[in-house]
């Protein structure tokens, strides 16, 4: 039987934690440092913060708290994160180059994880793997349901459509190497209704790495159904 996780994924933005529906509106809903440390003593399976503002300084709007994050980066953050969490730590969010998987390694990060990187320069990721193995990259793709039924592969915060089928970016991502794959439905994103079918259809055709599957689930039954 295999090993079925637990994985919160806190979305960072500008240095707060966001709520986000529909990749599109981000409700800030306090600071992460406190979450994280309540994720962590909750034993959890494993944690990921994904940054997903448009610049990697945040800014938590203070400096008097108890863990004094004020202004840093992102690293920085994952750096104050990792002196909390006592589970795997998986980071992310605006990796473009080696030189960003090494920063994140070195702040604490267990694993990193890429989006858009996979599609506009999956040498890069490549090389990661080749340098940190395949077990410390996670690929994430982002897939968007249209009104017809159509299902598509988006990058760039779900803005940008790429010409892959779902099967078809999950094929490239194994062939690049990543050791796990995380699925998000934008349109379940927030919605509080499960996990949509087609994310947990792609989920079981995936057999070579790990899944994580995410968007939507509030519930014991939701959960179960991605098991």
Known sequence: ???????????????????????????????????????????????????????????????????????????????????????????????????????????????????????????VVANAVKTYGSQAVIGALDIKISSNGDSMVAIHNGKTRIQLSINEAINHLIAIGVGEILLSCIDADGAASGYHPEILEAAQSISSVPVIVNSGAVTAIHFSKAL
């Open 1 to 123: 039987m295999n090993y079925k996780r637990l994985i919160p994924i806190l979305l960072i933005k500008d240095g707060l934690l966001v709520r986000s529906e529909l990749f599109q509106y981000h409700q800030a809903i306090g600071d992460p440092i406190p979450t994280i440390k309540r994720m962590s003593d909750w034993n959890v399976d494993e944690l990921c913060l994904i940054n997903i503002g448009s610049t990697s300084s945040l800014d938590s709007r203070r400096s008097d708290k108890w863990h004094n994050l004020g202004k840093t980066t992102f690293s920085g953050l994952v750096q104050q994160a990792s002196k909390f969490c006592h589970c795997p730590l998986t980071a992310g969010g605006r990796i473009s180059s080696l030189d960003d998987f090494n920063r994140l390694f070195e702040s604490g990060a267990d694993k990193c994880i890429v989006n858009s990187l996979c599609f506009t320069d999956s040498t």
